[in-house]
């Protein structure tokens, strides 16, 4: 992924910038970036659930829905997935069930592992997907909350 951040950032320079490209790394690349700015809405989220954040119910719910993520992701046969299904669409989408975390219960990596398996991933790049995006995630909460402290 290094090497295509770095042949990414040699397009920018040429102003050769191509998001269909055929190189898998890039692709991967274009996916994570894509995913990522997705996750700005999570401030608009959260502000839905900030009342609700000690309710048992709301939890409750939470709970089963990420049961429900993992338990749907058993029933998808794994001869339906696709090696490489690497899209900036795709991305958007997974990364959108990241933003249900903000849910309390609801675990994003349930969820974004389930949303991998619905576009098609294989099951080790769903989960490998998933722990990147959450990477970014916790990087920039621990910026925002950093900022918040001073």
């Given amino acids: 992924m290094l090497k295509a951040f770095g042949s990414f950032l ?6 050769n910038v191509n998001f269909n490209t055929k ?9 994570v970036l894509f995913g990522s700015v997705v996750l700005i809405l999570t401030p608009l989220f ?6 609700m954040r000690e309710s048992l119910l709301i939890t409750s719910l939470g709970f089963l829905l990420s049961s429900a993520f993992l338990i749907m992701s058993d029933f998808i046969k794994e001869r339906t997935l ?3 299904n690497e ?7 997974v990364s959108v069930f990241r933003i249900f975390s ?9 969820g974004m592992y389930f949303a991998g398996l619905l576009n098609g991933f294989k099951r080790e790049f ?15 909460s621990f910026l ?3 900022t918040d402290i001073f």
């Fill in 10 to 15: 040699k397009n920018i320079k040429d102003k």
């Fill in 23 to 31: 190189n898998r790394g890039e692709r991967f690349l274009f996916m």
């Fill in 46 to 51: 959260e502000l839905v659930f900030k009342g």
């Fill in 82 to 84: 696709k090696e490489t």
């Fill in 87 to 93: 899209t900036v669409f795709n991305g958007i989408l």
């Fill in 102 to 110: 903000v849910i309390p219960g609801v675990s994003g990596l349930g």
């Fill in 126 to 140: 769903s989960i490998k997907y998933a722990y990147i995006i959450t990477l970014v995630w916790t990087f920039f």
């Fill in 144 to 146: 925002r909350n950093l």
